[in-house]
């Protein structure tokens, strides 16, 4: 019995549409560190912490929702663009899909193992932040870079 826990292939699509704007917008957010009133909301929360404060469970809190908003469609879309079938889905894309994913987390880990080394305090927490997104992040760029490769050898051939 073959179980493929692919999505469709035309999620693909979907997934492309919204993870390009959404990593620029999320590297410019980065970089300039804007917040825009508009996502300042009450909204709530399993566990807040106050800085200086007290600790909550189940609790209502203030935040500007801008970072979880771009982190859920970087996320979600990446997931799609990793995980939807392509066009013709057969033994050479299953095999590059796995060879990829190997990779990347061999990649992440790699890099995270050396942040662990170097970087220290609250620098750290930021790498962690980040690392969130990298796995999807070097799957989709070396499993779609394989794709392209694999295609251009093929026509070459032809």
Known sequence: MKMNYLFPHRFKKLGWFVFIPTLFISIFFVIYEKEYEMFDLVVPALFSDQLFGKSDLF?????????????????????????????????????IRLESLVWATYANYIVLLCCILFIYGSPFFTVMIYNMFTLLLFFVIRFNWMIYKTSKISEDEK
């Open 59 to 95: 609790s209502m809190v203030k935040n500007n929702v801008f970072d979880e908003i771009l982190s859920f469609l970087l996320i979600t879309s990446g997931l799609l663009l990793a995980f939807s079938k392509e066009k013709i889905e057969d033994e050479m894309v299953q095999k």
